[in-house]
DNA sequence: CATATGTCCTGAGAGC
DNA sequence: TGCTCTCAGGACATAT
């Protein structure tokens, strides 16, 4: 489920794409359904074809590839299964989009083409214009960066919000790029109960959460994100990501919490997504 | 307006 | 063993 430091991940193992011409767009026909590519296939050759990718960038969960003068980009939305790949996919079946590139001048280690593999096929790719990204990508739909947003920022954009704090932590347009997965983590680092209404926590809790999602999104990144047990995400290289090994509640459900080694982790369901928390790390009423 | 629910999709795992 | 069923959760559309 790429999340902020699985999509960073994808954005640094792709950057050295940077430079290099798109020349050919071609929508694999092995897949079962061909992903979906904003509106019209040939609209989008047209639009990217022969076009030279200037940057690599991420918007929350979104890879961008910048086009020439940084008006048209595209937009890589993994959403559950997508990956970003430079090396072989882990399925043939799966792979939906192939971008062959090419190289001006001696770029020896430049990769020969940039692949789009979906198992579930939720994810898409666009292109968009500059308008078109700041109608959907724009201030009004997503918040500040996850890993940009203070303790200010936080409590400014939920602490209105009667909803659960962990369900809020999802809320785009209130920040971008935390998922369900590092929801739970860094709430259990915060020791803030995940259930605890935004309206309810005080400066402090803030401050907590800042620096909590700060140390778990960064940790995360650091170990190339996390390869949960279907095995789905991959680096851009085909490889596994390595902080599930560091989790400390998510999908640890039974499990003593290795934080206080007292508490057993436990599986409570919000929003119909599965939250995961330490009762004695994160009590629903704190002690004074 | 704020918040909640339903929808898409595939493969893993449970249960019989 | 092989079938059916449930579940996982990103973002968005629709409902309350």
């Not at 009667?162 to 209130?174: G, M, N, P, S, T």
């Not at 085909?238 to 982790?265: E, F, K, L």
Request: with cysteine; charged share 30%; hydrophobic share 35%.
């Amino acid at each position: 489920m790429p999340e902020l430091p699985e999509v960073e991940t994808m954005r640094r193992g792709i950057a050295c794409v940077t430079g290099a011409v798109i020349e050919a767009a071609e929508r694999c026909r092995c897949s079962r359904r061909p992903i979906e590519i904003g509106p019209h296939w040939r609209g989008f050759r047209r639009r990217v074809e022969g076009r030279t990718i200037t940057s690599v960038e991420r918007v929350g969960k979104r890879v961008l590839l910048m086009l020439d003068e940084g008006v048209e980009r595209i937009v890589i939305e993994p959403r559950m299964t997508g990956l970003v790949l430079l090396a072989a996919p882990p399925t043939r079946e799966h792979l939906r989009l192939r971008l062959h590139l090419k190289s001006r001048g001696r770029t020896p280690d430049r990769p020969a083409e940039l692949l789009y593999w979906d198992r579930r096929g939720l994810g898409l790719v666009r292109v968009v214009d500059a308008d078109e990204f700041g109608r959907r990508y724009g201030d009004a739909k997503l918040g500040p960066d996850a890993l940009l947003a203070t303790p200010e920022m936080l409590r400014d954009r939920l602490c209105a919000s009667r909803r659960a704090i962990k369900v809020a932590l999802l809320d785009q347009r209130a920040v971008a790029g935390i998922g369900n997965l590092y929801a739970s983590e860094m709430l259990h680092r915060a020791s803030i109960h995940p259930a605890m209404p935004c309206s309810k926590l005080r400066s402090a809790d803030w401050e907590l959460l800042s620096s909590a999602a700060l140390e778990v999104l960064n940790d995360a990144i650091r170990y190339e994100g996390s390869t949960l047990s279907d095995g789905t995400y991959r680096n851009a290289l085909n490889r596994s990501g390595g902080y599930q090994n560091h989790h400390r509640v998510y999908d640890r459900a039974g499990n003593s919490c290795p934080t206080c080694g007292a508490g057993v982790i436990e599986r409570i369901v919000q929003s119909q997504r599965s939250t995961f928390y330490c009762p004695m790390c994160q009590p629903a009423r704190k002690p004074r």
